[in-house]
């Protein structure tokens, strides 16, 4: 019998789990533990063992994604954190690059360090850009700190010198001296988290890993103590915030790499959908129950980035977070989801998140204790779902208690009855949605002229048609397994990792032996860690170039062949890096010299050609009807309600509707009609 495989995605709400063997696919959600994680995740895999009929010997592969470090991050709930850097230099992580987010805002307020000062602690040591010691390592200097550590209690540690990505040999003599005097504080250092020029981000990077280096390795020993303890042996992999999986072990070493795992799963998902269906330009839309992302998909491949802001101060600012350099699929990621908590601000107008009542208590339709209107509790009000039939049956939902929450919190301020004030509720989530792919296209230099919609996650198809309306989007997509569709999107990534080096050079002097050596380095580091759990299965490598004009400050990727390279590839990297940049600013600037400031090589398994499942045979049910209130219009009207399970293939259901499954449900707007595909999925279209 064929192996399953299972993905589990912690979220801030809900726990999503999939099972798959073969071409049958089992999905569930269970509440997040936030207290526990782990727990949560135990709980899950032994319900959908026991839904799927299978002992847990029979799981071949685990594949987890978790938002623990982003929340400790957000929360500010990591480990004491110390950051050992070169004497001069301690402010850095506090300076920043002395840019603004808001050059107005006379009373702006910028980010605060992971580290506080008095943690961060110089020592004498220099090497220039070139990485030739100018002033050795003072090693007493090092060693003297260790009672200060100790004294102040510190839990992890970060060391960060300058021009160590091009020389590490500092870094690593100071981190042999503190693990011998420290043997139970985790290290992190900046030439092996973020091996890259760029100081702020280098050492923000290395701070951040170090700052939840604790907490995620003590999760994952608990959570691989309890798997064991189930009788799961399989091999466990996390997803990596670019797109693919790694083991257990190096997301231990790295774990700010894990940062936007679960978000990534969600546009693999997206991307291994469009690719089903032929489409090549899609948008990604993730709701869940604390955020909703949203990801630009074009050829069958997210958007992907060199960095990433986490803890913005400044809601949609960019600029306004800690800036980290790791590999990541690039959304926009907003405090909208359906534990988004709605108030009315001083000015007198509706707000929605980014706080969110999470799993503990939740909204206050959950009856755990949550006073609180969320958004589930307005989708709820508005007649979107039906309160015995929420989540399969399994949570029952009381509409009186959400009624009483928004009443309190919106209607009573603004002189609106539930149903009113509920609807602003969720005018004002879809609008903030909106807004944000507004932004993601405008940033991305994109339109979504001709873009298909993806929606996913536990509210993306609640939401997907209005947020498609506002965008200016025709048609949406509901796939199978909609509901926990980033824990799908696990089981199709492929294990992978990404090396990132810096070594300066010119294409007027370009040294082709030089940067193919280091090329070669890169490449067997990361075969290294894709070895552990690649199974025999084939690979694939590709690398990059990160180049600009000289002078400039930003640089663009450019693709390099995976051989040795020879003096006469400089002509043509010229020429790609050229097209390249008139790609991005129109025309290439002819006369001035190209400079090379890093490199990426990413080596990744071709992840099996898995066959289509066939969608489920239709079962019997009869359609129903409760009154639902438009959100364009405030009308009550009556909108039939259909178990998706009983749609053929084929079947065309006109709006408005609701069709509603374990998971999710998916409205079909007045002006939509809904097409049940040759796959299953639902194909919704804007009549003209």
């Not at 008095?118 to 010691?133: F, Q, T």
Request: glycine fraction near 12%.
């Amino acid at each position: 019998m064929q192996q399953a495989r299972l993905a589990v995605d912690i979220g801030g709400t809900f726990t999503d789990l999939a099972l798959e063997q073969g071409p049958v696919r089992s999905t569930m959600k269970v509440l997040t533990t936030p207290a526990e994680p782990e727990k949560g995740v135990l709980d899950g895999v032994a319900a959908i063992l026991q839904q799927a009929g299978l002992e847990a010997g029979a799981i071949g592969i685990l594949v987890h994604g978790t938002t623990l470090a982003t929340n400790a991050i957000i929360e500010r709930k990591g480990a004491r954190t110390a950051l050992v850097t070169t004497q001069g230099f301690r402010d850095v992580l506090a300076l920043g690059n002395e840019s603004r987010y808001d050059q107005y805002d006379l009373g702006i307020t910028l980010p605060q360090p992971l580290v506080p000062r008095h943690l961060r602690l110089p020592v004498p040591e220099r090497l220039d850009n070139l990485g030739e010691v100018l002033l050795p390592l003072d090693d007493s200097a090092v060693l003297d700190l260790v009672p200060l550590l100790q004294r102040e209690a510190v839990e992890s540690i970060a060391i960060g010198f300058l021009h160590s990505f091009t020389n590490p040999a500092h870094e690593r003599r100071a981190r042999d001296i503190l693990a011998q005097a420290l043997p139970n504080v985790p290290i992190s250092l900046s030439s092996d988290v973020s091996p890259e020029m760029r100081e702020w981000e280098r050492f923000s990077t290395t701070a951040a890993n170090a700052y939840v280096q604790p907490l995620i390795g003590g999760y994952l020993g608990r959570l691989e103590t309890g798997l064991r303890a189930m009788g799961l042996q399989a091999p466990v992999f996390m997803m990596l915030s670019g797109g693919g999986l790694t083991t257990i072990e190096t997301a231990r070493r790295f774990p700010i790499r894990l940062v936007e795992s679960g978000p990534a799963g969600g546009a693999i998902f997206a991307a291994d959908i469009a690719r089903q269906c032929g489409l090549d330009q899609v948008l990604s839309f993730d709701m869940g129950g604390t955020t909703a992302k949203v990801c630009l998909v074009d050829d069958y491949q997210p958007q992907a980035s060199r960095t990433f802001e986490v803890a913005r101060v400044g809601r949609f600012k960019k600029g306004s977070g800690l800036p980290l350099r790791i590999p990541v699929i690039e959304m926009v990621e907003i405090g909208a989801g359906g534990g988004s908590l709605a108030h009315v601000d001083v000015m007198g107008r509706i707000g929605v998140g980014p706080e969110s009542a999470g799993a503990d208590p939740g909204p206050a339709c959950y009856g755990r204790g949550g006073l609180d209107p969320a958004v589930t509790d307005a989708n709820l009000v508005l007649g979107r779902y039906e309160p015995a039939r929420f989540a399969g049956g399994s949570m029952a939902l009381d509409q009186a208690a959400a009624e009483q929450a928004l009443s309190r919190m919106v209607g009573d301020t603004l002189g609106l009855e539930p149903g009113m004030a509920a609807l602003g509720v969720v005018e004002m989530v879809d609008e903030n949605m909106a807004n944000a792919a507004r932004v993601h296209a405008i940033e991305s230099g994109k339109t979504y002229a001709g873009r298909t919609l993806i929606a996913f996650g536990g509210g993306g198809p609640v939401h997907g048609y209005r947020v498609a309306e506002k965008v200016g989007i025709d048609r949406v997509l509901v796939p199978i397994g909609a509901g926990v569709g980033s824990a799908i999107g696990f089981l199709r990534a492929p294990v992978g990792y990404e090396v990132v080096r810096s070594l300066y050079q010119r294409l007027g002097t370009f040294d082709a032996a030089a940067v193919s050596a280091l090329l070669a380095d890169m490449a067997a580091e990361a075969m290294g860690v894709v070895e552990l759990g690649r199974f025999g299965a084939p690979t694939r490598e590709s690398r990059i170039a990160f180049m600009r004009y000289v002078g400039q400050g930003h640089e663009i990727p450019v693709v390099l062949p995976v051989r040795t390279l020879t003096d006469a590839d400089v002509g043509p990297l010229r020429t790609a890096f050229d097209e390249a940049y008139a790609r991005f600013y129109d025309r290439p600037v002819p006369g001035s010299d190209v400079e090379v400031m890093g490199y990426a090589v990413t080596v990744a398994t071709i992840p099996d050609a898995r066959p289509q499942a066939a969608p489920p045979a239709p079962r019997p049910g009869s359609p129903r009807e409760q009154p639902v209130r438009d959100t364009a219009t405030a009308a009550v009207s009556a909108w039939a309600v259909i178990d998706r399970a009983t749609l053929a293939v084929g079947a065309t259901v006109a709006g408005p509707a609701i069709i509603a499954e374990d998971e999710t449900s998916t409205l079909v707007g007045p002006a939509w009609t809904a097409t049940v595909d040759q796959r299953g999925y639902l194909d919704l279209r804007r009549l003209p």
